[in-house]
């Protein structure tokens, strides 16, 4: 299991092709309620969300063959992986799901990568992945289910506690990536707590079941959060270090982006306004004085459909 | 004239009640130009522009009669005039154009403010809160032809300036109160660069004339830049302290705006991205090695209006 020395090691690996994200710190009575310290803009990474981070640690780890990378997902690793690829000089081939939102897809073929959208369920597009992999010997990027992917996510959280002081990360959880890589570098000292919304509770399952179990996804947050099963390694270190995990609606999570556009004038996609939802909404309340800091995770999605 | 002294007391009157607004440092290269260094997101600020900051100044530095505070504006100062006024507990009437953004107006009434809609430019919407102002005793909030209002806006240019290193800022310019708090505030070591629209040449055509004459307005970023004369007191810090003055024409500034969106996931207003659409345009050149850093100064606009 990676720990909190792999994440230090991958952050210095990816340090110079990602941006250190800004952190707004917030007086209490901010956004309707009291204790949240600081939002950590990790919308505002290159590639739109924290998978910039997990992209550029697997390609900058990895001996890439002449054939390239291959990705599958939702839309935002696709992002990252393709984004990471053209600025490292690869090609890159990305399956998304047919249910990728048309400004992912865009952004895909403006990295020049190969898109193909194949699949109702971001399962399918992965088996046509792993297929296209072994043909032409590209290397495969997992979207979340590899260490080296999601220690390069975790240093999403050693910067986020060099710039503001917290007790508490809420993490939103779609196959584990981010969460595992959080925990992975600060769990031990911050209490990490897991955020997904009532159609993807993909961790929340399997944190009932003991293991890693199928879970039948919808809603608003598919796209990004509609990973059906956490990864095994991710499982492992969230088992260990994530302390609570919870729950929270569609409609919680559109007042969260409504409300980060009307209050501080931030973009987020629903995944990326997953965990302020939680605070927002009550899904998890904070003890007294306790500081409470969350991501906004990415941020790649219509402005318009914000508000 | 005021200088850097008057900005650092006023920075330390706001500070309670503004927020440090976020830093993100661009590599060469970046947005399809070589030599920019740095872009304070100022849009994240209180009240959605850095007329928070003037706006907590006046207030705090003033005695707030009964009948509270009177402020007349493009929409940006209305808004934090009223934001302030709301936080500090004291009742406001705001007076704006007939073309302010609905968004604008919106905001204006969410923060309790009494909304008069007068006018088809500023000049007529200032002239009847003037009137007003007469009649109740209430404070008037200038929008920018007032040191105490333009010392607050100038933190922004000495928080910056601890933020990243520059030796050149790029400042959008309406009626003047932004350029003429940052030039007092580091104009002596910094080179500040003016940057308006061809739409509203306000203080390009002062420079030119020797003295504040009254200019037609036009265009994309007439609703916040619109002041169809520079203020007196601002034509005094800009004329001593400003170095170059451009023009940049609106298709300039909505690629700006999509740029701003579409590499960064940032929302700005047309104003807020005037100072970025100089150098993207070209109409500002850096020297080689040449440090340029820009304010983007305001998102008060629908979010789905940058693409």
């Not at 505002?44 to 390239?68: C, E, I, N, Y």
């Not at 597009?125 to 220690?151: C, H, I, N, W």
């Amino acid at each position: 299991m990676i720990g909190r020395k792999d994440v230090e090691a991958a952050w210095g690996l990816i340090r110079p092709h990602v941006r250190r994200t800004p952190v707004i710190e917030l007086p209490a009575g901010s956004l309707g309620f009291g204790s949240v310290s600081a939002l950590k803009l990790e919308s505002l990474q290159v590639s739109g969300t924290f998978k910039g981070r997990g992209a550029f640690h697997k390609l900058l780890a990895s001996k890439v063959p002449p054939a390239g990378i291959i990705a599958a997902s939702g839309g935002n690793h696709g992002v990252a992986a393709a984004y990471a690829a053209r600025v490292l000089g690869h090609k890159a081939e990305i399956f998304v799901p047919t249910i990728s939102s048309p400004a992912k897809v865009a952004r895909l073929k403006s990295y020049g990568a190969i898109v193909h959208q194949i699949g109702a369920v971001y399962a399918e597009a992965r088996a046509a992945s792993e297929k296209r992999a072994a043909e032409t010997g590209a290397l495969m990027v997992q979207a979340y289910e590899d260490p080296v992917v999601f220690a390069g996510a975790g240093s999403v959280a050693l910067e986020f506690a060099e710039q503001a002081t917290f007790d508490t990360l809420l993490v939103a959880v779609g196959g584990g990536g981010l969460i595992a890589g959080c925990a992975a570098a600060i769990g031990e000292g911050t209490k990490i707590v897991a955020v997904e919304t009532e159609g993807t509770p993909t961790l929340h399952e399997a944190l009932r079941a003991g293991r890693p179990v199928d879970v039948k996804i919808s809603g608003i947050a598919a796209d990004a959060l509609g990973a059906s099963r956490i990864g095994v390694p991710n499982f492992e270190v969230a088992a260990k270090l994530v302390r609570e995990s919870v729950l929270v609606s569609d409609d919680a999570v559109r007042k969260a982006q409504r409300a980060l556009w009307e209050e501080l004038h931030v973009v987020a996609e629903p995944s990326g306004a997953t965990g302020l939802a939680a605070l927002m909404a009550g899904a998890y309340r904070p003890a007294p004085g306790e500081r409470v800091a969350t991501l906004i995770c990415g941020a790649n999605t219509e402005p318009g459909s914000v508000v």
